[in-house]
């Protein structure tokens, strides 16, 4: 099994940045492609931004795209995303996960989550 932590949420006004992180403990974050998924209050999780085992292909969803950046350190055995002009409609909890696959738009897939971090855009 895989632990997740993911920290660095909070409150930040638009057009703000913000960077989370995900560290992983109990097995090598090399056995894992990585997402980070979000849920607003009342809607579904959904897809934000996906990496490979070691870095090299890295997929987002098109509301990211452009604005938000996801890499991995795997000596470190973590995972970040690096939000900038961030948007009120960016508000939710968001989550990191670890599929033994590969990378899913699906949270389905994913076989290990973290607890979530709330990140909380302001107008």
């Known amino acids: 099994q895989v632990q997740l932590v993911e920290s660095g949420g909070g409150l930040v006004q638009a057009g703000g940045s913000l960077r989370l992180s995900c560290a992983a403990s109990g097995r090598p974050l090399t056995n894992y492609a990585m997402g980070w998924f979000r849920q607003a209050p009342g809607k579904e999780r959904l897809f934000v931004a996906g990496?490979?085992?070691?870095?090299?292909?890295?997929y987002y969803a098109d509301s990211v795209k452009g604005r938000f950046t996801i890499s991995r350190d795997n000596a470190k055995n973590s995972v970040y995303l690096q939000m900038s002009s961030l948007k009120p409609e960016d508000t939710a909890v968001y989550y990191c996960?670890?599929?033994?696959?590969?990378?899913?738009?699906?949270?389905?897939?994913?076989?290990?989550w973290g607890q979530g971090t709330q990140v909380t855009v302001s107008s």
């Open positions: 996960a670890a599929d033994p696959n590969s990378v899913s738009y699906s949270y389905i897939e994913y076989d290990y």
């Open positions: 990496i490979s085992r070691f870095g090299r292909n890295v």
